[in-house]
T-cell receptor
């Protein structure tokens, strides 16, 4: 079985300071992991994905995440927050399960960026 | 269009009525997924279609929910005898055979049951 836990439901940072959104996963085999962002009243947009290649993954808008198997983590980081980063972020685990690549979503982390 | 489209964008219905939600996947994508996003349950998988294979219906919450995919393209999610707890945003996603892992999401249909 697969599951994903986002450790913080809300994170607030000041503009220009680093962002850290935490995600831990559970999977009985090598997972694929994703981060998606959802701006208010908008659809889900893929930020980055890990699919068993390089463990440090770079995504759009300056975000990156590191896959750490020993810690079963896939935390999302950004060196300097921008006001436009305010949104909800979802960590997702997937992988072929009975032929289905369905996504298992975390509960989301709402990021607030303070001016 | 280039992306996944869904219609209607908003739907308000009375309790007990049936509703149909439509999804147009990206052209050529063989896999199609439905998810539901609600305040109490977060984002949850509903159903999956892949080519001509039998769909994976393991996420459908009750027998009031059904979905079909005609001609390997457009999909319709039907909710019969709607209940207030069905109020949610219903998201559709599609993926290609070449990269089955990456799903592209539509903007969703916001369903409100009064």
């Amino acid at each position: 079985a697969q599951s994903v836990t986002q450790l913080d439901s809300h994170v607030s940072v000041s503009e220009g300071t680093p962002v850290l959104l935490r995600c831990n996963y559970s999977s009985s085999y090598s997972p694929s992991l994703f981060w998606y962002v959802q701006h208010p009243n908008k659809g889900l947009q893929l930020l980055l994905k890990y699919t068993s290649a390089a463990t440090l993954v770079k995504g759009i808008n300056g975000f990156e995440a590191e896959f750490k198997k020993s810690e079963t983590s896939f935390h999302l980081t950004k060196p300097s927050a921008h006001m436009s980063d305010a949104a909800e972020y979802f960590c997702v685990v997937s992988g072929a399960t009975s032929g289905t690549y369905k996504y298992i979503f975390g509960t989301g982390t709402r990021l607030k960026v303070l001016a | 269009g280039a992306g996944v489209s869904q219609s209607p964008s908003n739907k308000v219905t009375e309790k007990g009525k049936d509703v149909e939600l439509r999804c147009d996947p990206i052209s050529g994508h063989t896999a199609l997924y439905w998810y539901r996003q609600s305040l109490g349950q977060g984002l949850e998988f509903l159903i999956y279609f892949q080519g001509n294979s039998a769909p994976d219906k393991s996420g459908l919450p009750s027998d009031r929910f059904s979905a079909e995919r005609t001609g390997g393209s457009v999909s319709t999610l039907t909710i019969q005898r709607t209940q207030q707890e069905d109020s949610a945003v219903y998201l559709c996603a599609s993926s290609s055979q070449g990269d089955a892992l990456e799903q592209y999401f539509g903007p969703g249909t916001r369903l409100t049951v009064t």
